[in-house]
């Protein structure tokens, strides 16, 4: 899906890979369903604006958390 930062409207360069300094696994969300096993969680993901370096997180797996 093509990505336009909301700063300078610029095409986006997408799926980088977000990591917390000293924690290799990144950052994850996740939201808690009804039930024991009925949670949803996805790997963010980020774009970089090549123009004036605008940051914003993604997901691909948004579908899963409209229920």
């Known amino acids: 899906m093509k990505r ?3 700063q300078c409207q610029t095409e986006m360069i997408t799926d980088c890979k977000v990591t917390v300094e000293g924690d290799l696994s990144g ?3 996740s939201q808690k369903g009804t039930g024991l096993f009925n949670s949803v969680s996805a790997k963010a993901k980020g774009s970089v604006c090549p123009n004036c370096g605008f940051v914003a997180l993604y997901i691909d797996e948004y579908e899963k958390f409209n229920k």
């Open 27 to 29: 950052i994850k969300i």
């Open 4 to 6: 336009t930062c909301n």
